[in-house]
């Protein structure tokens, strides 16, 4: 019963893994079609927040595969 809990825990972490690296695949395309759209002379302040996120989500992702 042990081994199918812990069975049953890595499919669902992994599930939420997937999850969170389509995640973060989405947020760097946005990333990259803002920085895309920007010029040297105007850089939107949202592309630092969104890089932000990006680091947060990517520092979670790691510490999942970590944990698997």
Same mark, same amino acid.
């Given at each position: ?5 812990? /069975?049953?825990? @890595? ?5 939420? @893994?997937?999850?969170?690296v389509?995640e973060?695949?989405?947020m760097?395309?946005? !990333?990259?079609?803002?920085? =895309?759209q920007? =010029?040297?002379?105007?850089?939107? !302040? ?7 996120e /990006?680091?947060? @989500? ?8 970590? =944990? @698997?």
């Open positions: 019963d042990l081994l199918l809990l812990t /069975i049953e825990g @890595l499919g669902a972490s992994f599930e939420q @893994l997937q999850k969170e389509t973060l695949a989405d760097s395309a946005v !990333l990259q079609e803002e920085i =895309n920007a =010029n040297e002379d105007v850089f939107p !302040l949202s592309a630092v927040k969104k890089a932000e /990006i680091e947060k @989500l990517a520092k979670k992702i790691q510490g999942r595969i970590k =944990n @698997l």
